[in-house]
């Protein structure tokens, strides 16, 4: 008999010290509303604030939450990596640390769980961002949704439900921002059966986003290059050697 958590749920966390407390008690509040066995894990990537002090408080009282450390900053492709290798769960969901999602509509993404779907993908109802990041977010799903033949209406909507059965067939590789693209892509190459779900967004109410620093912004544009080259251009379709963990590492 398995002894999986029902689902894992898990946030990465860069400085994430105003949120990530009542986040982490809102996502185990309604999981366990459902009736679901559960775990949550933060993906503590090198905060310079004091996300970890008060997660650790948390844990005193959460026998449910694991907390996985950065020493340093790897980027938001690395924490991902970090929380899927974490996760045990049957199901693993994710969202951000910094409270622009309700990580109480997980009930929403649970709901549409069959033995037909693979991913349960978020999709921004309404983007609450100021005007320049929301334009820049509508072209930039337009150029990856066309180059890469995505599947899904809203590629940078962080919320998500995964079947651990797919993530343990795909190897993903990327640490920058770009992992988003590269999982739906590798997803979709995989046979992944997807089904959407409108979820809110929040304004961000505290700290700044990571992404729109012009080294980031950089990488991000190389990195959507090399990719496009091995999976759209050469085929690669980036599944898993044996023996190979959930990250692709041994």
Same mark, same amino acid.
């Not at 986040?23 to 559960?38: C, D, I, K, N, P």
């Not at 069959?114 to 820049?136: A, F, H, M, T």
């Not at 599944?239 to 590492?249: L, M, N, Q, S």
């Given at each position: 008999?398995?002894?999986?958590?029902?689902?894992?749920?898990?946030?990465?966390?860069?400085?994430?010290?105003?949120?990530?407390?009542?986040?982490?008690?809102?996502?185990?509040?309604?999981?366990?509303?459902?009736?679901?066995?559960? =775990? $949550?894990? @933060? *993906?503590?990537?090198?905060?310079?604030?004091?996300?970890?002090?008060?997660?650790? #408080? &948390?844990?005193? %009282?959460?026998?449910?939450?694991?907390?996985?450390?950065?020493?340093?900053?790897?980027?938001?492709?690395?924490?991902?990596?970090?929380?899927?290798?974490?996760?045990?769960?049957?199901?693993?969901?994710?969202?951000?640390?910094?409270?622009?999602?309700?990580?109480?509509?997980?009930?929403?993404?649970?709901?549409?769980?069959?033995? =037909? $779907?693979? @991913? *349960?993908?978020?999709?921004?109802?309404?983007?609450?961002?100021?005007?320049?990041? #929301? &334009?820049?977010? %509508?072209?930039?799903?337009?150029?990856?949704?066309?180059?890469?033949?995505?599947?899904?209406?809203?590629?940078?909507?962080?919320?998500?439900?995964?079947?651990?059965?797919?993530?343990?067939?795909?190897?993903?590789?990327?640490?920058?921002?770009?992992?988003?693209?590269?999982?739906?892509?590798?997803?979709?190459?995989?046979?992944?059966?997807?089904?959407? *779900?409108?979820?809110?967004?929040?304004?961000?109410?505290?700290?700044?986003?990571?992404?729109?620093?012009?080294?980031?912004?950089?990488?991000?544009?190389?990195?959507?290059?090399?990719?496009?080259?091995?999976?759209?251009?050469?085929?690669?379709?980036?599944?898993?050697?044996?023996?190979?963990?959930?990250?692709?590492?041994?």
């Amino acid at each position: 008999m398995s002894t999986r958590p029902a689902v894992s749920a898990f946030f990465p966390c860069y400085d994430d010290a105003p949120t990530i407390v009542g986040l982490v008690e809102r996502v185990s509040a309604t999981l366990g509303e459902l009736g679901l066995e559960h =775990e $949550v894990v @933060v *993906v503590d990537d090198g905060s310079t604030d004091d996300s970890v002090e008060r997660l650790e #408080r &948390l844990r005193s %009282r959460m026998p449910t939450l694991r907390i996985v450390r950065h020493p340093e900053n790897r980027g938001y492709g690395g924490a991902l990596l970090s929380g899927f290798a974490a996760s045990t769960g049957e199901w693993v969901f994710y969202t951000d640390g910094d409270g622009q999602y309700d990580p109480a509509e997980v009930r929403e993404l649970v709901a549409r769980i069959s033995p =037909e $779907v693979d @991913v *349960v993908q978020g999709w921004k109802i309404r983007r609450q961002d100021p005007w320049p990041r #929301r &334009l820049i977010g %509508r072209l930039y799903h337009h150029a990856v949704s066309t180059a890469f033949a995505l599947p899904v209406r809203d590629t940078d909507c962080d919320f998500r439900l995964i079947r651990r059965s797919l993530l343990e067939r795909v190897r993903l590789e990327h640490t920058s921002g770009v992992i988003c693209v590269e999982m739906l892509r590798k997803f979709s190459a995989a046979g992944a059966r997807f089904v959407e *779900v409108p979820v809110h967004h929040y304004p961000r109410l505290h700290g700044r986003s990571q992404f729109f620093r012009a080294s980031r912004v950089a990488r991000s544009l190389a990195d959507l290059g090399g990719l496009w080259v091995s999976l759209v251009l050469l085929g690669g379709g980036g599944r898993r050697g044996a023996g190979e963990g959930p990250t692709g590492a041994g």
